[in-house]
């Protein structure tokens, strides 16, 4: 391990208490999308208390701040988001599903780690930095709202990137490996039906259903998924049915609709036929229907010359120093995985291992060691996406969970203060802090990795996905 790995990862290490800390209390907030404002602020008043300039509200997000450190070029990104998922309270450690509070909110993703291990990386290599006379600038970005929202997307219109050459992230999860592909463009767009109530035995006829409608829309896209893409992606949430009384005609009713494709232009094409499907029911049901866009996010540009100095550094902090218990801890949660995902996970052990798959399970509870990230398949969606369009971005993970630990889950809310996750975060943390010093100090390689981005875009630029009036909001 090169010398500046070495003191970056021993300045990491002397503040880990102190991440620990504020990832476990964000972990206690659980603010979902925009309501950020108890885990951004202490974020933001920790980076400020050690000498970084912060600017809060970037963007016109309340929640959202951008932490600078240095000046001049080059200038190197660390992304990092503390948004919590609806519905998923559960205590910590215990592997049974337990609420804290029912019905309210916890870190089904991780994010309290993603944020925190981002900036731990970033205050790590500013302690490099002030020690070394390293000239450069550093900016740790608070992202709010990736979940659901796409809070990057309003970050990158209103030009928070503008300047920046290389972005680096990374995302909590089951494995230890750089993301090599791309992730689904997608939209969230809200259709909301008005029709007329009436008593559906006594006056049907004078009734127009905005449930009627709904179920219209909704047959219709199911009929539109034989003549998309394959790769697309619809799913819908009824989010008003309209009433709980069968004898009303139900005069509003509203769904959720999540629509996804490799691009974002065949994102931007495939809405409208979703729109009009809307505008069908509506016209078959004689209802009116507001289509409200909420939320876009842009496939990933990925960046393989940021990825492989990304995996050069994942390499030297994993395997993760895991402990007896450690070990024990994990595997109670592998445990009480369901059926699919167990078998998902031995199929995944299969793949890797062959006939000694079983033994590889038992030996790791935790998968603690770097796996190529072109044996993962992808299907998700983040507002990652949007930045890698505008700078040269790549992300990548660290076991923070135990194998098989099914994505937003009460399994991760579970397992957030856990051992592993702390170790896991100072881990990506490591990476990160080397990454982003090798960016900032070699100009050859954010040429290369300007390059490579520059090919990958292909002559196209960032297709602003958003409604031009569309802002930023707590839905
Ligand atoms: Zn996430």
Known sequence: MEQFAKDLAAFIEERKEKTWEISDDVWGYAESRFTEFKSSKEE???????GFK??????????????????GKPVIGILGEY????????????????????????????????GMASVAATVGLKDYMEKNGTPGTIRYYGCPAEENAGGKAFLVREGCFDG???????????????????????????????????????????????????????????Y????????????????????????????EAQ?????????????????????????????????TVDIRHVAAYSNVIPNDVIGDVIEKHLNEFVPLDLTEEDMAYAKKFTEVITPLDKAALENQA??????????????????NFVLDGRMLKGGGSTDVGDVSWVVPTNQFGTSTLAAGTP????????????PVAHKAMLAAAKVMACTAYEFLTTPKLVEEATAEWKERLGGESYPNPLPKDMKPEIW
Not at 224 to 231: S, V
């Open 164 to 222: 920046v050459d290389i972005c680096v992230t990374w995302h909590p999860g089951t494995t230890n490996s750089v993301s090599r592909g791309s992730s689904l463009a997608n939209f969230r767009i809200f259709y909301t039906f008005h029709g007329l109530s009436s008593h559906a035995a006594g006056a049907p006829h004078l009734g127009r259903s905005a449930l009627d409608a709904v179920e219209l829309m909704d047959v219709s896209v199911n």
């Open 224 to 251: 539109l998924r034989e003549h998309m893409i394959d790769e697309a992606r619809i799913h819908y949430a009824i989010m008003n049915s309209g009433g709980t009384a069968p004898n009303v005609v139900q005069s």
């Open 255 to 287: 769904v959720l609709y999540a629509i996804r494709a490799p691009k974002v232009t065949d994102v931007i094409e495939l809405a409208e036929r979703v729109n009009n499907c809307a505008r069908g029911a509506a016209l078959m049901t004689g209802t």
């Open 44 to 50: 933001a008043d920790y980076m400020e208390s050690l």
């Open 83 to 114: 948004d919590s998922l609806s519905g998923l309270s559960q205590e910590a450690d215990v592997p049974e599903h337990k609420p804290i509070v029912p019905g309210g909110d916890g870190h089904g993703c991780g994010h309290n780690l993603l």
């Open 350 to 367: 299969k793949a890797l291992a062959g006939k000694n798959w079983k033994a590889m399970l038992d030996k790791y509870p935790v998968l």
């Open 407 to 418: 994505g937003h889950s009460w399994q991760v809310v579970a397992q957030g203060k856990g």
């Open 54 to 71: 912060v600017t809060r509200g970037i963007g016109g997000e309340e929640t959202a701040f951008m932490a600078e450190f240095g000046s």
